[in-house]
Each structure stands twice: as structure tokens, then as C-alpha cells.
């Protein structure tokens, strides 16, 4: 391993400090202490506690049943885990459909332990909920692409912008979550070379999930970081990095070395 994680806290000037400096950012999925731990301990930068816990640890089918108190509780267990790394929360379905709810939904998750929280989409009630919350001192990640809570839309979890009208909007849209005051943007199942275009416009750092290895971090669910069979298809951009390693710990070092390194993700890991 070459590289040493730094050991001061990950904060959200890091975020960008980190974009500058061009030391690429590694995240990971966590619902409880016991892996938040392991992850922090081994490099991890930021600690997402995602709403895809309605699905790897509920059993549903879609992120749509998850509730602000789930998100709250599982927050909660996470943040006495961390020593370094920043802490993500999701906001749920229609948590933010006004900014009212989101400013609510959103102090809960911060007073349970989160740093930073995401919400997905890109339209008008999302750039609003987006600047009323950062205008109330909340830092906020966007998340566009492949937006889970928009399944019932998109027909099922499919690749976005693939044409050039879905393309346009991804890159409009990118650029209106960060001037609406977004620190952070995560970008979900685009093509690499779309994502790599959005990374270098965007004035935010990004980080991507099956969407190339240009973005400024990357993002696994833990169970798919951990090769787990979670009774879903297993996406293209999944690698098992238990397998090849031995140990949750020593997956979770390969995992940030190979992020830093921009090993991972590969061609196979991207879509075009
Ligand atoms: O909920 C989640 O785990 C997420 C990741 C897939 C980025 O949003």
C-alpha cells in the first residue's frame, strides 16, 4: 500500500481540498457501528448511511418504504463508530418535497450524528429544498443519474443519460445543484465519458457509482463492496473486494488504494 490516509477529520473543505489537491475521495455505505468502524479505521473518507438500507438490510425491493426515522436510528449507530471520516445521511422519499420537510428531516439527521445529507434529483422543489437548507447552515450532497427514488419513473434501474436530451439535462442539472449551494454530487449509473465531462465542468466534487473512473471519489453499497447477494441483479460496476482480500478490513484498504489510484473502477466496472 502506498498510500497513508491522513488522519485529521474529513470535512466538507476537505471535500474540495481533496478535489485540489487531486487525492481521490473513497465512500462506502454503512447502516451500523461494527462496519463503520472497520471502514474509518481503514481509510474510508466519507460514511454514507444511503437509503439503500430499504433494500440490503429491509428486504424491500426499492429505497421507496424507508422513513426519516429508519435513516435517523441507523445515523445514529453509525456516528459513535467514526473518528475520521465525514458522515452522509440520505434524505428519504418525499422527505424534501418541501423545503420545510427537508429542513426538518434534515436537522434530525444532523443531530444524530451526520455531517453532510444527500438528496437525489435535479428539478425545481430539489434546487429549493437544495438552497433552503444550505442557507440554514446544512451542508448538502446532490445526487443525480440513476436516482433510486425515481424508479417508479424510470421504468427500473437503468442507465441515464444515455441520449443526448437526457445528457443535456444531466449537465444543466449538475451545474444548478452546485450553484444552488450543493458541496458535493453524487453521480449514479451515467456513461463514464458523460461523467467525466460533468467532473470536469462541475465546481463541486463529484463522486460516482457505475459512472467511470473520472470522477473526484467513487461509492460502494457494502454488500456489494463485500461480494453479499443481496436478491437483486448484480450491477456491472459491483467488485467483490472481500474476495480477493481476506478481511473486511483488508477489503476496505484495497478498496481506498485502488479509489486513490484510479484502479477501480476499470472499463468493466463503467458503462459507455
Ligand atoms: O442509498 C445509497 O446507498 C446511495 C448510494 C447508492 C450512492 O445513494
Same mark, same amino acid.
Given at each position: ?25 473513497? @465512500? ?7 462496519? !463503520? *468502524? =472497520? ?9 454514507? =448511511? ?5 433494500? =440490503? ?9 424507508? #422513513?426519516?426515522?429508519? #435513516? ?11 473518528? %475520521?471520516?465525514?458522515?452522509? !445521511? ?9 423545503? &420545510?420537510?427537508?429542513?426538518?428531516? !434534515? ?8 455531517? @453532510? ?6 428539478? %425545481? ?8 437548507? =444550505? &442557507? *440554514? ?25 444515455? &441520449? ?6 444531466? *449537465? ?24 467525466? &465531462?460533468?467532473? $470536469? !465542468?462541475?465546481? #463541486? ?28 441483479? %448484480? ?24 479509489? *486513490? ?7 468493466? $466496472?463503467?458503462?459507455?
Amino acid at each position: 500500500m502506498t498510500t497513508i490516509p491522513p488522519s485529521k477529520p474529513v470535512t466538507v473543505p476537505e471535500l474540495f481540498e481533496a478535489r485540489r489537491a487531486g487525492r481521490k475521495l473513497a @465512500m462506502l455505505t454503512a447502516y451500523d457501528a461494527g462496519f !463503520a *468502524r =472497520v471502514f474509518d479505521a481503514n481509510g474510508a473518507d466519507i460514511i454514507l =448511511v444511503g437509503d439503500t438500507l430499504g433494500m =440490503v438490510v429491509q428486504g424491500h425491493p426499492s429505497t421507496l418504504p424507508v #422513513i426519516v426515522e429508519d #435513516i435517523e436510528y441507523h445515523t445514529r449507530n453509525v456516528a459513535r463508530a467514526l473518528s %475520521r471520516a465525514l458522515l452522509l !445521511a440520505d434524505l428519504p422519499f418525499q422527505a424534501d418535497a418541501t423545503p &420545510e420537510r427537508a429542513l426538518d428531516a !434534515a436537522t434530525r439527521l444532523l443531530q444524530a450524528g451526520a455531517g @453532510m445529507i444527500k438528496l437525489e434529483g435535479g428539478g %425545481r422543489h430539489k434546487l429549493d429544498a437544495i438552497r433552503f437548507l =444550505v &442557507e *440554514r447552515e446544512i451542508p448538502v450532497s446532490a445526487h443525480l443519474g440513476l436516482t433510486p427514488q425515481s424508479v417508479l419513473r424510470f421504468g427500473g434501474y437503468k442507465v441515464q443519460g444515455r &441520449e443526448e436530451t437526457a445528457a443535456k439535462q444531466l *449537465r444543466a442539472d449538475a451545474l444548478a445543484v452546485a450553484e444552488a449551494g450543493a458541496s458535493l454530487l453524487v453521480l449514479e449509473c451515467v456513461p463514464a465519458a458523460l461523467a467525466a &465531462e460533468i467532473t $470536469h !465542468a462541475s465546481p #463541486i466534487p463529484t463522486i460516482g457509482i457505475g459512472a467511470g473512473p473520472h470522477c473526484d471519489g467513487q461509492v460502494l453499497v457494502l454488500h456489494d463492496f463485500l461480494g453479499l447477494d443481496t436478491g437483486t441483479r %448484480r450491477p456491472k460496476f459491483v467488485k467483490d473486494f472481500l474476495a480477493e482480500n481476506g478481511s473486511v478490513a483488508g477489503a476496505v484498504r484495497a478498496y481506498v488504494e485502488a479509489v *486513490r489510484n484510479g484502479s477501480f473502477p476499470g472499463v468493466e $466496472h463503467s458503462y459507455a
